[in-house]
C-alpha cells in the first residue's frame, strides 16, 4: 500500500494579516491626536474608499493610541459633497485634506508628508534615489496617469478600417490558411 503524501499547510490568515500590517514602510504618525474621514458608503469616492481598507489599518496598527473615526455616509446621485480627511494635532489644531479624485497610495503619502516625522522623511528620500516606488502599489498610480496623458488615436473609423483591411489582404506577408496553406 502506498504511503499517503503528507500535507503541508500553507501560511495562516493570520500571519498573512500580520505580514500585511508590517509592511514597510511602518505608517506612524508623530504629533497626531486623531484622524476623521467622511466619504460615501458606496458608489463614489473610490480612493477615499481604498484608503480605508488598505492603508487605514496599516495606519492604526503602528499608533495603537491613534483616535481614528470613519464616517460612511449614504450618497445619493443629486448629493454634491466630497470627501474629506480631518488631522487634529495634539496642541488642538486642525488640518482638513481634501481626498476627492485622489488615489489610496497619495492620499497616504500626503497624511505621511504631513506627520510622518524624520523616519518618513528618511525612507521618502530612499527610495527616491534608488529610484523606487515610495509606497507599495505606487506604480498602478503612476501607470493610469500615464494612460490618461496619452491620446487615443482614432483608428477605427471606417475609412481607416477599410484601408486596413485592404492593407492586410493585399499583404505578401499574409499566412495562407485553408487548402492554400496545404496545396503546393
Do not use: C
Not at 500553507?10 to 497626531?32: A, F, H, M
Not at 491626536?33 to 467622511?38: C, D, H, V
Not at 459633497?81 to 481634501?98: L, S, Y
Amino acid at each position: 500500500m502506498p504511503r499517503k503524501p503528507k500535507f503541508i499547510p500553507g501560511p495562516s490568515r493570520l500571519s498573512v494579516i500580520l505580514k500585511k500590517l508590517n509592511e514597510e514602510p511602518r505608517l506612524s504618525l508623530t504629533g497626531l491626536r486623531g484622524i476623521s474621514l467622511k466619504l460615501a458608503a458606496k458608489n463614489d469616492h473610490f480612493g477615499a474608499r481604498h484608503f480605508v481598507k488598505e492603508e487605514l489599518g496599516r495606519i492604526r496598527y503602528a499608533n495603537p493610541q491613534l483616535n481614528v473615526e470613519v464616517n460612511k455616509v449614504p450618497k445619493s446621485l443629486q448629493d454634491n459633497w466630497t470627501p474629506e480627511m480631518v488631522v487634529e494635532f495634539e496642541d488642538g489644531a486642525k488640518t482638513t485634506i481634501d481626498i476627492s479624485n485622489k488615489w489610496s497610495t497619495s492620499i497616504t503619502k500626503e497624511l505621511m508628508d504631513l506627520a510622518g516625522g524624520n523616519v518618513w522623511k528618511e525612507h521618502k528620500a530612499a527610495a527616491q534615489s534608488a529610484g523606487l516606488p515610495i509606497l507599495p502599489g505606487e506604480e498602478k498610480e503612476r501607470l493610469a496617469a500615464a494612460k490618461k496623458r496619452t491620446p487615443k488615436s482614432s483608428t477605427r473609423n471606417p475609412e481607416n478600417l477599410e484601408a486596413m483591411v485592404e492593407n492586410m489582404l493585399s499583404s505578401p506577408e499574409r499566412p495562407k490558411t485553408g487548402a492554400a496553406a496545404i496545396l503546393p
